[in-house]
């Protein structure tokens, strides 16, 4: 049990530190963009000068983007810490099988979208959390057999 624990916190923290970085990088990128930007100058000018059609002239692009930016990193963080909260109370209380293997799902879910729409360095974060994560879940639920 004590193995499955550490894969739970090493997963759960891969995950909170990526979505403190994210939220870090979006928050540098307020005042200086610099990091989760667009590499042409003039797109970020177009989306900070652009109405989001859905908010009828409530907001800007680049608004939009910014507050996307923080709300992913605080799902990813917030994730994180419940794969670190569920390792802390694995050996205290039963945990049910079946929420290590939500965490898992949702792990699989970002790490399809890393592969499909992000770049490497966050896709070979979470394959490696997820991995943990999957084995973590697989010893738990094969302990009580």
């Known amino acids: 049990m004590r193995i499955a624990r550490f894969l739970l916190d090493l997963g759960g923290g891969i995950f909170v530190l990526l979505g403190l970085?994210?939220?870090l990088y979006t928050f540098l990128?307020?005042?200086?963009?610099?990091?989760?930007?667009?590499?042409d100058p003039s797109v970020?000018?177009?989306?900070a000068e652009s109405q989001l059609r859905l908010a009828r002239g409530g907001t800007t692009m680049w608004r939009a983007?910014?507050?996307?930016?923080?709300?992913?990193?605080?799902?990813v963080a917030l994730?994180?810490?419940l794969c670190i909260w569920a390792s802390?109370?694995?050996?205290?209380?039963?945990?049910?099988?079946?929420?290590?293997?939500l965490f898992v799902a949702i792990a699989f879910v970002y790490l399809?979208?890393?592969v499909l729409y992000w770049f490497r360095i966050p896709t070979a974060g979470i394959a490696v959390a997820t991995a943990c994560?999957?084995?973590a879940w697989l010893m738990y639920a094969t302990a009580g057999a």
């Not at 990128?29 to 590499?39: F, K, M």
């Open 133 to 135: 994560l999957l084995a």
């Open 44 to 47: 970020a000018r177009a989306m």
């Open 65 to 75: 983007w910014v507050g996307f930016n923080f709300s992913h990193s605080l799902g």
């Open 79 to 81: 994730f994180g810490g």
């Open 88 to 101: 802390a109370v694995l050996g205290t209380m039963a945990v049910p099988g079946w929420i290590l293997g």
């Open 112 to 114: 399809g979208l890393s």
């Open 29 to 39: 990128d307020i005042s200086r963009p610099r990091r989760l930007v667009p590499q």
């Open 21 to 23: 970085l994210h939220a």
